[in-house]
């Protein structure tokens, strides 16, 4: 069953809105009624948070609603993929993305942004958190089959443990299994440039790249 | 501050109630759009400077009602310290209202200031927050120690310590806050002004590193500072207190240093305003601090001349400067970098409202903190010199000269001009701005006369 039209304005409307009750209530109502969940992912709920990030990238939209919104994919999704199981049918995500601000960096808003906005385009996140260490980055890379590694840092003093992690990666033998990208104040396309890694200025940016490098052949 | 007040703090930290941080934060969004409503604050974007002390009343009682409601969220045990009403007023009653920056005749006394208050503000300089090189280091300090209207200085931070990559919590973190605490030193020696305050030594990020950058003879002393933070929004961590501690073992100065973002947790400039000032208060009842270094930056541009940016200092200036006795500092951030007018012209927007709602002037932090070594000591004697043309100004006089300021850079805040570098900009060996440098201070200073600002010094030097 194709997404009712009401069902369809009113979810989008509460993914907007950033209102995580009526969203989960929503989404509870459409599975009951027998709505396909992979339906309302890919025509409800993608579109929705696609327009938040677009809001937010051109000001209309700050933090609070791009959490928001988040928030109410969130618990939605969590019915979705219940119901996805439920049914036998499978789910795939644009790709998997482990992401994390470097050892020693505790500054994580925009990292934060990052995982907010590739999670609303599909990708499957592993958010490793603020001061993660190389070795951190390798382990969750190998556990989860990562197809991406994006790293975040503010500070100059940081900088050097985006290198350092990638050096981990290139000593481990396995720097050709995954894109390595980053961003962050600290970071600039020709630094990245110089180190072989990929970048993005900004988390709307970080989101093309990361469906770019899913669609580049690979290494 | 009773003597086991850190003790005390402690405690609560690890009994406070436990909370994931992602849960603090969606709490803190909705409960700050809720005191937004319930306090009435609105936004205009016709009156950037409000003459409305009922608005600025309503700010500080919203902010205050969220620090007892929130509290501290701390990072390292997941719990809130939380404080109650009557707690949180009585310690900011005792605030100190004026501190002692620096030693011998090169002091000066920082002291609350009032809405449009007469009493100049003290000005802070140097490339606090900003990237600089190890090589134009020492003659960025000097320009601005050197300027006669500058009181203090700020040690920024030079992410290399003889061409390797600083790292944070290793050796090198150590050593290069002992060289830049040096380097300050030598810096306020150079220019004749031993006994400065120096504010911090910015490149290290850990206690560890901060505490390295005292030294009597050739670093920091207690007459001097380092910045405690907060990380945005209303959370610390036992770095952070532990700064404090070392700070009361050393007698030294300790700056609460708040990053607010507009359009970050507060959301819009309402919201932005409200958190702002539960975060002074988190660095009165937490740090016990000595003054408050208010670092506002925009989510996207990462500056606060904006028309946002501006509203939101107008309110908060007034909230704290009217409801509290505590000292506020104004960190002004730019998109510009040097070697532009465009700076000028932000810097000049930032002096005006920080000076009529009851701030010292901090400055500047030009770039948004992306470009190495674009700042000197010449936008600081700008800032200096329209802060203490803004003395006279009202509210209202402020609220209608911002907007014809921000006429001259408004277009470029999206495409900003970063200018350039400190030594395409100064003589490096005379430590002196350039010919074409200064021709743009003095014209932008004309433009400034011509809408109204009245300088204590001469405009353009006869050739």
């Known amino acids: ?124 996140v592993v958010d490793l958190g603020r001061r993660v260490a190389p070795s951190a980055f390798t382990d969750a890379a190998k556990e989860n089959n990562a197809d991406i590694i994006g790293m975040s840092s503010l500070m100059t003093t940081t900088r050097p443990a985006i290198q350092n992690t990638v ?51 690979s290494n | 501050m009773q003597s086991n007040w850190l003790v005390e703090i402690m405690k609560r930290a690890q009994s406070g109630p436990f909370i994931k941080e992602k849960d603090f934060e969606l709490k803190l969004i909705k409960r700050i759009k809720e005191l937004v409503k319930e306090y009435d604050i609105k936004y205009d974007a016709n009156d950037l400077v409000p003459a409305d002390d009922d608005m600025a009343d309503r700010v500080y009682q919203a902010g205050l009602q969220l620090f007892v409601e929130f509290g501290a969220y701390c990072q390292s045990t997941e719990r809130q310290i939380l404080f109650t009403h009557d707690e949180v007023v009585d310690i900011v009653a005792q605030a100190p209202s004026e501190v002692i920056l620096g030693m011998g005749k090169d002091a000066v006394v920082m002291r609350h200031r009032g809405v449009e208050d007469p009493v100049r503000p003290i000005v802070h300089s140097g490339p606090t927050g900003l990237p600089a090189s190890e090589e134009f280091h020492p003659q960025i ?44 030193r030598e810096a306020v020696r150079m220019a004749g002004r031993p006994g400065m305050h120096i504010n911090d030594v910015a490149v290290p990020l850990t206690c560890s590193g901060k505490m390295a950058a005292f030294d009597p003879d050739a670093g920091l002393r207690s007459c001097d500072g380092i910045l405690v933070s907060q990380m945005v929004e209303l959370k610390t ?51 016990d601090a000595d003054y408050h270094m208010f670092s506002l930056t925009h989510l996207t541009y990462v500056n606060n001349t904006d028309p946002l940016g501006i509203w939101i200092q107008a309110m908060v200036g007034q909230a704290l400067s ?66 203490r043309a803004s ?36 003589d490096v060996d005379t430590v002196q701005p350039t010919a074409e440098w200064l021709d743009m201070y003095y014209s932008v200073k004309e433009d400034m006369s011509k809408l109204g600002l009245k300088f204590e010094y001469a405009p353009r030097p006869k050739a």
């Open chain 1, 1 to 124: 069953m194709s997404v009712p039209e009401s069902v369809h304005q009113r979810l989008t409307e509460a993914f907007i809105e950033g209102d995580v009750e009526v969203a989960e209530a929503i989404t509870t109502e459409a599975l009951e009624a027998g709505v396909d969940p992979l339906g309302i992912i890919n025509e409800v709920m993608v579109p929705a948070l696609t327009e938040v990030g677009n809001r937010f990238q051109t000001g209309e939209y700050f933090l609070p609603e791009l959490m928001m919104a988040g928030e109410a994919a969130e618990k939605a999704s969590k019915l979705l993929e219940d119901a996805i199981v439920a049914s036998g049918q499978a789910s795939e995500p644009l790709g998997t993305v482990v992401v994390g601000t470097v050892e020693g960096d505790v500054h994580d808003i925009g990292k934060n942004i990052v995982v907010t906005m590739l999670r609303a385009h599909g990708f499957n």
């Open chain 1, 167 to 217: 050096n981990l990666f290139e000593e481990l033998g396995i720097r050709e299994s995954y894109q390595l990208i980053a961003g962050g104040g600290s970071v600039t396309g020709d630094w990245a440039t110089e180190i072989g890694i990929g970048y993005s200025e900004d988390a709307a940016g970080a989101v093309e790249l990361c469906k770019q490098l899913m669609d580049a052949p």
């Open chain 2, 141 to 184: 300090l000097l320009s601005y120690a050197q300027e006669p209207l500058v009181d203090c200085l700020g040690a920024g931070s030079v992410a290399t310590y003889m061409g390797e990559g600083i790292i944070p919590g290793t050796p090198l973190e150590l050593l290069g806050a002992r060289r830049d605490a040096s380097v300050a």
């Open chain 2, 237 to 287: 961590d036992y770095d952070q207190l532990s700064r404090v501690a070392h700070l009361y073992n050393v007698g030294g100065i300790t700056v609460d240093l708040m990053t607010p973002l507009i359009g970050g947790l507060g959301g819009r400039a309402e919201g932005t305003a409200v958190v702002s000032v539960a975060d002074h208060l988190l660095g009165v009842v937490l740090y």
């Open chain 2, 322 to 387: 009217r409801n509290t006795p505590i000292i506020l500092l104004n960190d002004i951030y730019v998109v510009s970098g040097a070697g532009t007018k465009e700076l000028l012209y932000e810097c000049a927007a930032g002096a005006v409202v920080g000076t009529v709602c009851g701030f010292n002037m901090q400055g500047a932090g030009t770039t948004g903190g992306f470009n190495r070594d674009h700042f000197s000591g010449l936008e600081t004697r700008f800032i200096a010199e329209v802060s």
């Open chain 2, 391 to 426: 003395l006279s100004l009202t509210r209202q006089e402020a609220s209608k000269l911002i907007p014809k300021i921000m006429k001259f850079y408004e277009d470029t805040l999206s495409e900003p001009n970063r200018g350039r570098p400190f030594n395409e900009v100064y």
